[in-house]
């Protein structure tokens, strides 16, 4: 059975400060996506990571692919309350389907 | 384009009723994915169709639960009997095609179900 793991569960922390997100696994994906899903909606794709050690930067947040494409981190520069929500990372595997992680709740308070 | 949309967002129901949750896709999206996430199991995928048949069912709980797509534009979820440990959130989600590179699945917001 294919597990992402994702860690922290739980994030709070003040305006201003940066923070790492890490989804980790002992499986290889083709590929792997970020969502972020706010109270009373659905997940939100924020991006895709396709090759081993891929870098994408979306304005504050900064998402990497690890070498052997088993585990990937997104991490926040100078976090704002808007960035509040739920991260989930998904990993695609051989049979193109998304395995999920359980996903991180993060607080940013003003 | 309207996104996915889902039908109630909101049931509240007693142990026993029949629950029927509805989805209609974005227009042309030839896969639909029927989704169910709770605080303890996180986001779990009962079953996805394609071109409106049912390709891989393999997470769905028990026989209580049955998903159709009658055409291209509507699907439904449907438990019976409810049983409290139902209570969740489901999402409906659909994409032109099975995810790869740089495809994508559009999620609705989701109905949240109670069962008392």
């Known amino acids: 059975t294919q597990l992402l793991e994702q860690s922290p569960q739980f994030l709070s922390i003040q305006e201003g400060e940066n923070l790492t997100v890490y989804c980790n696994s002992s499986s290889v994906f083709s590929s792997l996506q970020w969502y972020r899903q706010e109270p009373g909606e659905g997940p939100v794709l924020l991006v895709t990571v396709v090759t081993g050690g891929e870098v994408k930067k979306l304005k504050r947040l900064t998402f990497q692919f690890g070498d052997a494409r088993k585990d990937s981190s997104l991490h926040i520069t100078a976090a704002q309350p808007g960035d509040t929500g739920l991260y989930l990372c998904?990993?695609?595997?051989?049979?193109?389907?998304?395995?999920w992680g359980a996903g991180t709740k993060l607080i940013i308070k003003p | 384009d309207a996104g996915v949309i889902q039908s109630p967002r909101h049931e509240v129901t007693e142990m026993g009723q029949e629950v029927t949750l509805r989805c209609k896709p974005i227009s042309g999206h030839d896969y639909l994915f029927w989704y169910r996430q709770t605080m303890m199991r996180g986001l779990e995928l009962l079953i996805y169709?394609?071109?409106?048949?049912?390709?891989?069912d393999s997470g769905m709980p028990e026989d209580r639960f049955s998903a159709k797509m009658p055409n291209a534009s509507f699907s439904t979820l449907k438990i019976q009997p409810s049983e409290p440990r139902d209570s969740a959130v489901y999402f409906c989600?659909?994409?032109?095609?099975?995810?790869?590179?740089?495809?994508?699945?559009?999620f609705g917001p989701g109905t949240r179900l109670l069962v008392l």
């Open positions: 989600a659909s994409s032109l095609a099975l995810i790869g590179v740089g495809e994508t699945q559009y």
């Open positions: 998904a990993g695609v595997n051989s049979n193109y389907q998304l395995i």
């Open positions: 169709f394609n071109n409106n048949v049912p390709i891989d």
